[in-house]
């Protein structure tokens, strides 16, 4: 079975400051993995996603991250904090299957503030 | 393009009470998830259901039913409530190809059972 760890449940970052937050991956089989955001009493948005296409990803807001089999990581950055990205992160994984994708299941989400 | 609703946003319960969430789509996703999120423990999986009259049970199962009569409705039940699943629960759905496989989540019901 597909699990997620974020190590790191609270990361403080200076406005400005590159922002690294850090999420492995256990799957039995290749994984699509996402990196959601969520903003205070909102629901989750999708940051971006791995779908094997390509293992650099690039995603909204100015966010990255890399598919790092040989880690089994997929870390997302930015390499310019805003105040605007205060949230909680959430790392995401399914497995690849013949024909469609297993449940999706989450890490326990890394809360990021910025200092000014 | 409402997405996925949820209904009720918000509701108070007393130990023992009974109770549905009700959770609509309309993108024709086949996949569709109960979750729960709580403090320090990110977001849990409750049950899912990967098509119409199908579900299957999630990580913490227990306590809840779910029900999965039409594509898109996807129904969540408490039929004893208890403090510990006071929570905020999020729905979810999803079309399990490879091009769109993400999640697409609700706004969520933030449930207190005194």
């Known amino acids: 079975a597909q699990s997620v760890t974020q190590l790191g449940s609270h990361v403080s970052v200076s406005e400005g400051a590159l922002v690294l937050l850090r999420c492995n991956y256990s799957?039995?089989?290749?994984?699509?993995l996402f990196w959601y955001v969520q903003y205070p009493n909102q629901g989750l948005q999708l940051l971006l996603k791995?779908?094997?296409?390509?293992?650099l990803v690039k995603g909204i807001n100015g966010f990255e991250a890399e598919f790092k089999k040989s880690e089994t990581s997929f870390h997302l950055t930015k390499p310019s904090a805003h105040m605007s990205d205060a949230a909680e992160y959430f790392c995401?994984?399914?497995?690849?299957?013949?024909?469609?994708?297993?449940?999706?299941?989450f890490g326990s989400g890394t809360r990021l503030s910025i200092r000014p | 393009n409402a997405g996925v609703t949820q209904t009720p946003k918000f509701r108070v319960l007393k130990t023992g009470q009974s109770m549905t969430l009700l959770c609509a789509q309309d993108?024709?996703?086949?996949?569709m998830y109960w979750y729960r999120q709580d403090p320090g423990m990110g977001l849990r999986l409750i049950h899912y259901?990967?098509?119409?009259?199908?579900?299957a049970k999630g990580e913490v199962p227990d306590g809840y039913n779910v029900s999965r009569l039409k594509k898109q409705n996807f129904l969540l039940g408490l039929e004893s409530a208890a403090p510990s699943q006071t929570s905020v629960y999020f729905c979810?759905?999803?079309?399990?190809?490879?091009?769109?496989?993400?999640?697409?989540f609700g706004q969520g019901t933030r449930l207190t059972v005194v």
């Open positions: 259901s990967v098509g119409e009259g199908t579900t």
């Open positions: 995401a994984v399914s497995e690849q299957r013949r024909s469609s994708a297993s449940k999706i299941i």
């Open positions: 993108m024709n996703h086949e996949y």
């Open positions: 979810a759905s999803s079309y399990p190809r490879v091009v769109v496989t993400e999640a697409f």
């Open positions: 791995y779908t094997s296409a390509a293992t």
């Open positions: 799957s039995s089989v290749p994984p699509y």
